[in-house]
């Protein structure tokens, strides 16, 4: 299996540029979980409980969830009275080194995408969630991006944005 160490880095370089903003995507973060357990959809913030709910995704595509706590809302806000306008391409570029299929879990995600468009497969929330399910795992989810990524998928107020990540064009 792929490592996370794209995502590690590229976490550390977030945590070191904007120290509060990192502690406020965390209490976003766990205030939408808060909200989830509220409203019945997950039993606990453990991932099991988001395992469970990916399963259930996974196997009908139009199941709708009552979500009122709009994640890129909060987020959008919080950097705003921060002045932050997101992750500097250096922190990106710390991590770059591992941007590959062996080190990188995004890169992993952004391939699997690309294939399913590439063979003119069906590409639905059902199978995004399968995916999520297939490359990340409890210690991925420890990581406040990788939660980030879950929960714009889960919130029906995100717009749930899969950029996919470019090599250099094939000479042939």
């Known amino acids: 299996m792929t490592s996370n160490k794209f995502e590690i880095e590229f976490e550390k370089g977030i945590e070191q540029e904007n120290p509060e903003y990192y502690k406020g995507l965390k209490t976003i973060l766990k205030e939408f979980q808060e909200h989830l357990i509220a409203k019945h959809i ?29 994640i890129s809302d909060s987020l959008q ?20 080194k591992y941007l590959n299929a062996t080190d990188s879990k995004s890169f992993l995600f ?44 889960l919130d029906p107020n995100s717009d749930f944005v899969v950029t996919t990540y470019m090599g250099k064009p094939n000479p042939e």
């Open 42 to 70: 997950i039993d606990n913030s453990d991932f099991k409980s988001y395992a469970e709910l990916l399963d259930k995704i996974s196997v009908d595509k139009d199941k709708e969830y009552e979500i009122e706590y709009n």
């Open 110 to 153: 952004n391939e699997k995408v690309s294939e399913l468009i590439r063979k003119k497969e069906e590409y639905n929330r059902s199978v995004v969630a399968t995916i999520l399910l297939e490359i990340y795992d409890e210690n991925d989810f420890e990581l406040p991006m990788i939660k980030l990524k879950f929960f714009r998928f």
């Open 77 to 96: 806000k919080f950097a705003k009275g921060l002045n932050y306008e997101g992750p500097s391409p250096e922190s990106f570029v710390k991590g770059m």
